[in-house]
């Protein structure tokens, strides 16, 4: 009865864990003084080292005195152009000038202004704009959204002309250039947007001179602003390949010396473009509009330094490891992706030679020299995930060749913790490997995510501020790491237990991962821990032997079904404008704008798998697990009937990643950041296995002094050929093994019985072990007569 109940119970405390560690959230910060007045001032391409106190003072005074951050303009289209950065911040959400993406190149800043009379301006290209972003792009941005909030409002040059503009056309009052004294223009309306000028090209004289004209212009703006209002400065959008973090300050009341930051960033000094029409209408006390934007409010937070070269030195150095990342990143996923390859099809003759024939005839086993290089390349390649982790606690994107630096940190790394797991107690037993493999990644990952992802953000295997998908938390890669390596510690602590103590083992484990997922605080991956809850709940309830039944999977379902429904209803009694991912898309198909949900998901799954390496790494996984590892030759099946719990990790690992990827819409990237470390991990293990498939034991007996030579059986394996040192209840259930359901999944043509002392506990134990003491008699009784048999047949 309790073995039929403890599946319901533990899998309770999962769906329990999960939705304590989505539900859970910071507070809503207490409400920022309004201001009566906004004014958005944009100069395209303006970055943090445009800046300084000698070219641009005025900008420089009021960094000093307001807040900063470093800007995201991501729109509907990358580079993110100045049109179709001015349209997204005038529409809240991502939005594109028609044509307005061409060969990774901006097109010319032309835009026709009509100004029919002495007060405002037409576009007349304002209504197909609106059409092409309605019914050609995914999001159905609504162009002038900004400015429909709002009564009145002012745009100063040709590009404020396109974010004032209403999605009919009109600009309410509009002049193409900023008066000598602006002060009636801008306090005529509660909405002023300033375009300043472009910052633009490569030539540091050239950029000089275009930030200092427009600090020039500024000086006049803020000389003439209305009293009690707030000034955003903005750098707007690119203005070539590649894409880059740009500026953004805010002076106003309630806004002074901080970091800005925002609920669609939940990182502190970062935000984006499309959160600077919320902030508008936030400080205005106005009303978002019906279709809410994608955008958040910005706020300010403190924790700046005071010295302000030193504040503005933070954005500026993101910018370059942003840059440097994007470099660095797709040569370093194509060469693991290639690694990988090349180890699977060299594991191929060593796992069909692993296996040591007791008889006279058979193929000439492999050199033990070659097959421990090979064991040490699998141990390289599980870990160079976290060794490139690591190395972004150094700055190499300083260095003047930041590629080869960084490099040489990961190989340095790398070789560390290879030879750290070479070197660490019981490397040379089966699961040795795997669990110090998978107890280094899961410390790596797991303190990076507790201390802040500050080595995730812009890094090489996390994200990129400058994508705009994720800017705090566990990334894709990250998360698809983190569940295997949690689940592989778990499933390899486990097996060191009791069997009935194995699920205990798996949920406490597990959930603990699920709340380092999950919860906003830490890795902030809602559709994560809903996986994670998933595959917990499935290596639970095969932990202690049998095989993956559709009754167990509909049972894990159940759980990531019961976690999604408990957050749903939390998120939904959230104020929209504090609802997560899962909240939105649920409100979305109440106000029938779910498609658009629907379709941008089924884009980015699209693009996710045929342009990331990690897709080759997840199907070439696979293919080693299935014509190789799984095969009867391939040692897998026989790993996974001698140890119950390793199968229960993988298992739980293949569900989890599997949802993971198609409720985050990335594909494969889940699954390959995941076969990254269990494919090299499941290899070794299967060669250990294999090495050890002939091995046999000496039959215990009552009377020791009875047995004579000729019933004695083979001499007992040492622990120099039968890894001896894995002996004991610690490291295996003996009665798994020797009961007839692991005979069943060990699916190999010796039987459970030839398993030897090397398989740690698959087979009866040698005479004298002490772990033999604690299994039942009943149990020992068998095994003794399967190995008796065996040795004698």
């Given at each position: ?16 864990v ?33 800046v ?152 540091p ?7 200092r ?222 669990g ?19 080595l ?8 990129s ?110 104020p ?11 409100a ?54 001698i ?12 569900v989890a ?28 293990s ?42 004991g ?37 040698p ?12 149990d ?14």
């Amino acid at each position: 009865m309790l073995r039929r109940v403890a599946p319901i119970v533990l899998t309770l405390v999962v769906v329990v864990v999960g939705i304590f560690a989505l539900a859970a959230g910071p507070r809503t910060p207490p409400p920022r003084p309004g201001a009566d007045f906004v004014v958005l001032v944009g100069v395209a391409g303006l970055r943090w080292d445009d800046v300084d106190p000698q070219r641009t003072p005025t900008l420089w005074q009021m960094a000093r005195e307001g807040s900063i951050g470093s800007l995201s303009v991501r729109s509907a289209y990358r580079p993110t152009c100045p049109l179709d950065g001015w349209l997204t911040l005038g529409a809240g959400s991502f939005a594109g000038w028609t044509g307005g993406q061409r060969d990774g190149t901006c097109p010319p800043t032309e835009v026709r202004v009509d100004k029919p009379d002495r007060i405002g301006a037409n576009l007349p290209e304002q209504e197909s704009v609106v059409m092409h972003n309605q019914d050609r792009l995914p999001w159905g941005t609504v162009p002038g959204a900004l400015s429909e909030s709002v009564r009145c409002s002012v745009a100063v040059g040709p590009g404020a002309a396109v974010a004032a503009a209403r999605p009919f056309g009109r600009v309410d009052r509009y002049e193409p250039t900023l008066p000598a004294d602006p002060a009636g223009l801008l306090g005529s309306c509660v909405l002023s947007i300033v375009d300043l000028g472009t910052v633009a090209g490569t030539d540091p004289a050239e950029r000089a001179a275009a930030a200092r004209d427009a600090d020039a212009q500024l000086a006049r703006v803020l000389a003439a602003r209305p009293p009690h209002s707030l000034v955003i400065v903005a750098g707007v959008a690119d203005t070539e390949q590649p894409s880059r973090l740009h500026v953004a300050v805010a002076d106003g009341p309630g806004w002074d010396n901080g970091w800005l930051t925002s609920p669609t960033t939940g990182r502190r000094g970062y935000l984006q473009l499309i959160d600077l029409a919320p902030t508008a209408l936030t400080a205005l006390g106005r009303p978002m509009p019906d279709r809410q934007f994608l955008g958040r409010p910005a706020e300010s937070v403190g924790g700046r330094p005071d010295d302000l070269a030193a504040a503005i030195a933070e954005p500026a150095d993101a910018d370059r490891e942003a840059a440097a990342q994007r470099e660095v990143a797709g040569g370093f996923f194509i060469l693991l992706a290639g690694v990988q390859v090349v180890l699977a099809v060299a594991v191929l003759p060593l796992l069909r030679r692993a296996r040591r024939h007791a008889g006279p005839y058979g193929p000439k086993p492999v050199s033990r020299r070659v097959v421990a290089v090979v064991e040490l390349l699998l141990v390289a390649a599980a870990l160079a995930m976290p060794a490139a982790l690591l190395a972004e606690a150094v700055p190499w994107w300083r260095n003047t060749y930041p590629a080869v630096t960084f490099a040489g940190l990961t190989a340095a790394l790398l070789a560390a913790a290879t030879l750290l797991v070479r070197l660490a107690p019981g490397y040379r037993s089966t699961l040795g490997p795997l669990g110090a493999v998978a107890g280094l990644t899961v410390l790596a990952v797991g303190l990076d995510v507790v201390t802040g992802a500050r080595l995730q953000l812009n890094g090489v295997v996390g994200y990129s501020a400058l994508e705009g998908g994720r800017y705090a938390g566990l990334g894709t890669v990250g998360l698809g790491v983190f569940i295997a390596a949690s689940l592989l510690t778990a499933g390899w602590l486990a097996q060191r237990v009791r069997r009935e103590w194995r699920p205990t083992v798996m949920v406490l484990i597990g959930g603990a991962a699920v709340v380092v997922v999950g919860s906003p605080y830490l890795g902030a991956d809602s559709i994560g821990a809903i996986a994670l809850t998933a595959g917990v709940s499935v290596a639970a309830a095969i932990s202690t032997g049998g095989w993956l039944t559709m009754t167990r999977l509909a049972w894990a379902g159940m759980a990531g079904l019961a976690v999604m429904i408990g957050f749903a209803v939390v998120d939904l009694g959230r104020p929209p404008g504090e609802r997560g991912s899962l909240g939105r898309f649920l409100a979305a198909l109440g106000d029938g704008t779910g498609g658009l949900t629907v379709q941008r998901s089924s884009a980015s799954s699209f693009q996710t798998l045929v342009n990331s390496p990690l897709t080759v790494l997840a199907l070439v996984g696979a293919l080693l697990l299935w014509f190789a590892l799984l095969q009867p030759w391939g040692g897998l099946r026989r790993l996974f009937g001698i140890y119950p719990a390793i199968r229960a990790a993988m298992a739980g690992t293949g569900v989890a990643v599997g949802i993971g990827g198609v409720l985050g819409a990335v594909a494969l990237d889940v699954a390959g950041a995941a076969a990254a470390v269990v494919v090299p991990m499941a290899a070794l293990s299967a060669l250990r296995v294999l090495d050890h498939a002939a091995d046999r034991t000496r039959p215990a007996t009552d009377r020791p002094q009875d047995a004579g030579p000729s019933d004695a059986g083979p001499p007992a394996a040492g622990p120099s050929d039968a890894g001896s040192s894995d002996a004991g209840p610690a490291d295996a259930d003996r009665s798994d093994a020797a009961s007839p359901q692991a005979g069943a999944s060990d699916g190999d043509s010796s039987g459970a019985g030839a398993v030897g002392a090397g398989d740690e506990g698959s087979g009866a134990a040698p005479a004298g072990d002490a772990g033999a003491s604690h299994e039942p008699r009943r149990d020992r009784g068998r095994a003794i007569r399967s190995s008796a048999e065996v040795a004698t047949g």
